[in-house]
């Protein structure tokens, strides 16, 4: 770390002030970066962003208003070179492979950020992309799979909910029978037992949030 | 009370779904349990009416007693058998008692009113049971729902506050770290942060579980083999670890994940005991899915317990009180059989209605359905 290099700017973006805190704070004890504005929202993140035209950026996924990858594929796509990390909580491919899409470079669990921060930030902004390997062995198991549709995703979210599927067809003003295939292919597709496991399946592979 | 080990088949403890042994017999005919309860309705029928005469009874007398036998098959099973017993009890009434047509095309008008009375109180009896039972049930849907929809907002809500908080207090803590010098402290701090991480890691599938209900399969009979073996490992080495096994009978049906979250629960605490404070050498888990009900049976060949200890409950033992509360809050029927020296078996017995939520009592109309549909 040469002094005469200037210092990465660090747009930081979460809808959680407390983490916005602690990645300040460690931020802060680094002399090779430095955090130039914050965002508590999609939203919010693109303008910072236009502003600021930061290094690296670190996005949250859920947010009020506008979430993580709506703001990245708005943001990719207005700066193609942005380089951006994902900090999530969670491990699902499917959420992964979305991110990725919407142009992420990296791919942090939150759980690891204490450890792995620094380092993901120095990496990506040497123009490196990063996967933790928990996550890279997820994607490759699945790589394979049929995604669901969004049909099918929607009817999976509505099981989440607790919801039986005389409710499900009316809240999506299909038949029941409708419902009962959905609900048939769902099962096949993610290789579940039931609904319940099913919805299990749907929060670990972050096709559904909690 | 010596019901122990007349079980049928069993299995070992693998949790591999193949092992499980299923017992055809018990998927019990519908049409032949109506048909029997329909029997035994009119046989009740001809036990009154031939009693009558040696017993000198009033016909107002012998009516309220047919009246009795039809709630009672109502009860029993079903709008359709209770209306066939209904119509009996009209004919064996008229024909013995209220002769209605004596001379042909001349008929009493007061036995027809008597008839008609009757028919009509009948109906109305049946008719009033089965919606008291219908709104009982839907109670307990909803609630099971409202529970569900409680579960999902506390986890959500742990998730959104709790853990995001932890993590982020982990940055702040880390920052500490990377100021301290290299030495004891610093040691020190990165192994607690290590704990810690574990710990939000550890919480983080709690909530989940929370989330998606604690039996992650939706075979009841996987979980208590997975549990049997759980407790089973934690106990190995100690001398005298019991044999585990589960049987199942009849198809298993899908539950509400809140009932078989209850039911998982009630029945863990029993093997638990059964594991940790009966000595047994022997541990049976027997399932039991039939129209009718949702049975679990646990029983073990330990020690027992002081059947006044298991009458009054005392507070936290065994965790009995709250075995007792989950059931009742669920509309199940838990009921145990113990003694010193010869071993414990309890039983859950579930309404069908409840546990399979959809599917109705057994009745001739559930026959047809079922053929309708070519299930």
Same mark, same amino acid.
């Given at each position: 770390?040469?002094?005469?290099?200037?210092?990465?700017?660090?747009?930081?973006?979460?809808?959680?002030?407390?983490?916005?805190?602690?990645?300040?704070?460690?931020?802060?004890?680094?002399?090779?970066?430095?955090?130039?504005?914050?965002?508590?929202?999609?939203?919010?993140?693109?303008?910072?962003?236009?502003?600021? %035209?930061?290094?690296?950026?670190?996005?949250?996924?859920?947010?009020?208003?506008?979430?993580?990858?709506?703001?990245?594929?708005?943001?990719?796509?207005?700066?193609?070179?942005?380089?951006?990390?994902?900090?999530?909580?969670?491990?699902?491919?499917?959420?992964?492979?979305?991110?990725?899409?919407?142009?992420?470079?990296?791919?942090?669990?939150?759980?690891?950020? %204490?450890?792995?921060?620094?380092?993901?930030?120095?990496?990506?902004?040497?123009?490196?992309?990063?996967?933790?390997?928990?996550?890279?062995?997820?994607?490759?198991?699945?790589?394979?799979?049929?995604?669901?549709?969004?049909?099918?995703?929607?009817?999976?979210?509505?099981?989440?909910?607790?919801?039986?599927?005389?409710?499900?067809?009316? %809240?999506?003003?299909?038949?029941?029978?409708?419902?009962?295939?959905?609900?048939?292919?769902?099962?096949?597709?993610?290789?579940?037992?039931?609904?319940?496991?099913?919805v299990t399946i749907g929060l670990k592979r972050g096709i559904i949030d909690l | 009370m010596g019901r122990y080990f007349r079980c049928g088949a069993l299995m070992s403890t693998a949790p591999d779904k193949s092992m499980i042994k299923r017992l055809p017999e018990a998927e019990r005919n519908v049409f032949w349990l109506a048909v029997a309860q329909l029997l035994l309705g009119i046989i009740g029928l001809a036990v009154i009416t031939f009693?009558?005469?040696?017993?000198?009874?009033?016909?107002?007398?012998?009516?309220?007693?047919?009246?009795?036998?039809?709630?009672?098959?109502?009860?029993?099973?079903?709008?359709?058998?209770?209306?066939?017993?209904?119509?009996?009890?009209?004919?064996?009434?008229?024909?013995?008692?209220?002769?209605?047509?004596?001379?042909?095309?001349?008929?009493?008008?007061?036995?027809?009113?008597?008839?008609?009375?009757?028919? /009509?109180?009948?109906?109305?009896?049946t008719a009033m049971v089965a919606r008291v039972r219908k709104l009982t049930e839907a109670q307990l849907a909803l609630r099971f729902e409202e529970r569900l929809a409680e579960r999902t907002r506390i986890a959500r809500e742990l998730h959104?506050?709790?853990?995001?908080?932890?993590?982020?207090?982990?940055?702040?803590?880390?920052?500490?770290?990377? #100021?301290?010098?290299?030495?004891?402290?610093?040691?020190?701090?990165?192994?607690?942060?290590?704990?810690?991480?574990?710990?939000?890691? !550890?919480?983080?599938?709690?909530?989940?579980?929370?989330?998606?209900?604690?039996?992650?399969?939706? !075979?009841?009979?996987?979980?208590?083999?997975?549990?049997?073996?759980?407790?089973?490992?934690?106990?190995?080495?100690?001398?005298?670890?019991?044999?585990?096994?589960?049987?199942?009978?009849?198809?298993?049906?899908?539950?509400?994940? /809140?009932?078989?979250?209850?039911?998982?629960?009630?029945?863990?605490?029993?093997?638990?005991?059964?594991?940790?404070?009966?000595?047994?050498?022997?541990? !049976?888990? !027997?399932?039991?899915?039939?129209?009718?009900?949702?049975?679990?049976? /646990?029983?073990?060949?330990?020690?027992?317990?002081?059947?006044? #200890?298991?009458?009054?409950?005392?507070?936290?033992?065994?965790?009995?009180?709250?075995?007792?509360?989950?059931?009742?809050?669920?509309?199940?029927?838990?009921?145990?059989?113990?003694?010193?020296?010869?071993?414990?078996?309890?039983? #859950?017995? /579930?309404?069908?209605?409840?546990?399979?939520?959809?599917?109705?009592?057994?009745?001739?109309?559930?026959?047809?359905?079922?053929?309708?549909?070519?299930?």
């Amino acid at each position: 770390m040469s002094a005469d290099r200037p210092p990465i700017r660090v747009l930081s973006v979460d809808d959680h002030p407390l983490l916005r805190e602690g990645v300040a704070a460690l931020l802060e004890g680094q002399p090779d970066m430095t955090l130039v504005a914050q965002a508590s929202n999609g939203r919010e993140a693109i303008e910072q962003f236009r502003i600021h %035209r930061p290094d690296v950026t670190l996005m949250d996924l859920q947010m009020p208003e506008m979430n993580g990858v709506d703001a990245m594929i708005a943001i990719s796509g207005e700066f193609p070179g942005a380089r951006i990390i994902v900090l999530t909580t969670y491990t699902g491919d499917v959420q992964v492979l979305r991110a990725l899409k919407a142009g992420a470079r990296a791919y942090l669990l939150k759980g690891l950020l %204490r450890k792995e921060l620094l380092d993901t930030i120095r990496l990506v902004h040497a123009g490196q992309k990063r996967m933790p390997p928990e996550i890279a062995t997820e994607l490759a198991e699945h790589a394979t799979d049929d995604a669901l549709s969004s049909r099918e995703v929607e009817v999976l979210r509505l099981i989440s909910g607790g919801n039986a599927n005389k409710e499900i067809a009316a %809240r999506l003003s299909i038949t029941e029978e409708t419902v009962k295939g959905h609900i048939k292919n769902i099962l096949a597709k993610l290789d579940a037992n039931d609904r319940t496991h099913a919805v299990t399946i749907g929060l670990k592979r972050g096709i559904i949030d909690l | 009370m010596g019901r122990y080990f007349r079980c049928g088949a069993l299995m070992s403890t693998a949790p591999d779904k193949s092992m499980i042994k299923r017992l055809p017999e018990a998927e019990r005919n519908v049409f032949w349990l109506a048909v029997a309860q329909l029997l035994l309705g009119i046989i009740g029928l001809a036990v009154i009416t031939f009693a009558a005469v040696p017993l000198y009874l009033q016909p107002g007398a012998i009516s309220l007693l047919y009246l009795i036998v039809v709630v009672f098959v109502s009860l029993r099973s079903g709008f359709v058998s209770s209306v066939v017993v209904s119509l009996a009890a009209v004919f064996c009434l008229n024909y013995y008692f209220l002769p209605l047509s004596s001379s042909p095309g001349r008929k009493n008008p007061l036995a027809i009113v008597a008839t008609g009375t009757f028919l /009509i109180t009948a109906w109305v009896i049946t008719a009033m049971v089965a919606r008291v039972r219908k709104l009982t049930e839907a109670q307990l849907a909803l609630r099971f729902e409202e529970r569900l929809a409680e579960r999902t907002r506390i986890a959500r809500e742990l998730h959104d506050t709790l853990l995001q908080s932890f993590q982020a207090l982990m940055l702040h803590f880390q920052t500490v770290n990377n #100021l301290l010098p290299p030495g004891k402290a610093k040691d020190a701090l990165e192994q607690a942060l290590d704990r810690a991480d574990q710990a939000i890691v !550890e919480g983080r599938e709690a909530i989940q579980n929370l989330r998606s209900s604690t039996t992650l399969t939706n !075979e009841l009979a996987q979980a208590m083999t997975e549990l049997g073996q759980e407790l089973g490992a934690a106990r190995d080495g100690e001398r005298g670890s019991a044999t585990f096994r589960v049987s199942v009978e009849g198809r298993p049906r899908e539950l509400h994940p /809140i009932l078989r979250d209850d039911i998982y629960r009630i029945a863990r605490e029993a093997v638990r005991n059964a594991f940790q404070h009966a000595r047994a050498s022997k541990i !049976e888990v !027997e399932i039991t899915y039939s129209e009718r009900l949702l049975r679990l049976r /646990i029983r073990d060949d330990g020690k027992g317990v002081d059947p006044k #200890l298991l009458d009054a409950g005392r507070d936290g033992h065994w965790g009995l009180p709250g075995m007792r509360e989950r059931a009742e809050e669920i509309g199940a029927q838990l009921e145990i059989w113990s003694e010193v020296g010869a071993g414990t078996e309890v039983e #859950l017995r /579930i309404p069908g209605s409840i546990a399979y939520g959809t599917s109705p009592r057994p009745s001739v109309f559930a026959l047809f359905r079922k053929k309708a549909t070519g299930l």
